[in-house]
């Protein structure tokens, strides 16, 4: 089964960034639009940005001009770099990827990000 793998989390402090990475197993993702949602504790999953297969990016409102969303798809990785953090971005943030394998949406298992002086 395909499987989408979260890394580049961490603790950071208010102010500072992180890059994170969503790779594909064995599957490119050139076809498929990608994207980014977060949950923090005690909240509902927060969906934060998209791009599609040529680029096109969207952003919650929460995260626009703080993050961006790229996708490499010579590398089959997908990044959310994160900048100017807040300690109200903590949360697991998780990729997603839409009409993989017939599949309506996949996600991956979820990085932790840690904001905090």
């Known amino acids: 089964q395909v499987q989408l793998v979260e890394s580049g989390g961490g603790l950071v402090q208010p102010g500072g960034s992180l890059r994170l990475s969503c790779a594909a197993s064995?599957?490119?993702?050139?076809?498929?639009?990608m994207g980014w949602h977060r949950q923090a504790p005690g909240k509902q999953r927060e969906w934060l940005a998209a791009?599609?297969?040529?680029?096109?990016?969207n952003y919650a409102d929460s995260v626009k001009g703080r993050f961006t969303i790229s996708r490499d798809d010579a590398k089959n990785t997908v990044y959310l770099q994160m900048d100017t953090l807040k300690p109200e971005d903590t949360a697991v943030y998780y990729c997603?990827?839409?009409?993989?394998?017939?599949?309506?949406?996949?996600w991956g298992q979820g990085t932790q990000v840690t904001v905090s002086s």
């Open positions: 064995e599957i490119g993702l050139r076809l498929h639009t």
């Open positions: 791009i599609s297969p040529n680029s096109n990016t």
């Open positions: 997603y990827g839409d009409y993989i394998s017939g599949r309506r949406r996949t």
